[in-house]
């Protein structure tokens, strides 16, 4: 019985272990990139969240971040970024602007007038 529980206690140690140190690779390799401007299109806002029991009000998952699916117009491929919610009040699906990332790591998006 303990051997078993070491083997579970091992495994869940090396996975959390592991993905500490694919963060920080990831958040290196985005502070070595410079910063890029495109000119992107907003195609889709998926968040997860939940209304509650009225049905109005919409809340967020814990982590404060949604999936925007950007349209980079110069190369016409789509690229989903991970953006933080309070930058959805000025985001909306169709919104044509300038998207400024550093690596994969949203910096900010402009909306052309």
């Known amino acids: 019985m303990p051997t078993e529980f070491s ?3 091992l495994t869940m140690l090396g996975i959390f ?3 500490i140190v694919l963060t920080i690779i990831q958040w290196s390799r985005n502070n ?4 890029t401007s495109v ?10 969240g939940w209304f509650d029991k009225s049905g109005v009000d919409f809340h967020f998952k814990i982590d404060g971040i949604c999936e925007v699916k950007f349209l980079l117009l110069s190369s016409g491929k789509r690229r989903t970024i991970k953006v933080p919610i309070d930058e959805l009040e000025v985001i ?4 044509v602007g ?3 990332l550093q690596g994969s790591r949203y910096i900010s998006f402009k909306r052309q007038q």
Do not use: F, N, R, W
């Open 92 to 95: 909306a699906k169709g919104d």
């Open 32 to 35: 070595a990139m410079p910063q």
């Open 17 to 19: 272990i592991v993905s």
């Open 7 to 9: 083997i579970i206690l």
């Open 98 to 100: 300038i998207l400024t």
């Open 39 to 48: 000119e992107a299109q907003v195609v889709a806002i998926p968040c997860s």
